[in-house]
């Protein structure tokens, strides 16, 4: 069993992610968001979706990239 890195549970069914060539051991999505998923440059929620990305910055909403400045964010659903 290996034993996840956020919450330390050893899990049989344990799961392997691997971002940029480092290798992260996760017993649920959960764990894994909070590791991996960025955070909102505007109000700081993780974003699990797709997101808006302006220059560097990642935000969850064309509301949040506004809100902080970026001229004629939309979200593309």
Not at 3 to 13: F, K, L, P, Q, S
Not at 35 to 58: D, Y
């Amino acid at each position: 069993m290996q034993e996840c890195e956020v919450c330390g549970n050893a899990y049989h069914d344990a799961f392997v992610v691997v971002v940029r060539g480092r290798r992260h051991v996760f017993d649920s999505f959960e764990c894994a968001i909070h590791a991996l998923a960025p955070h909102c440059a505007s109000c700081g929620c993780r974003v699990i979706g797709h997101g808006v990305q302006h220059e560097k910055r990642i935000y969850c909403s064309a509301h949040c990239a506004r809100r902080a400045g970026v001229d004629g964010a939309v979200d593309r659903v």
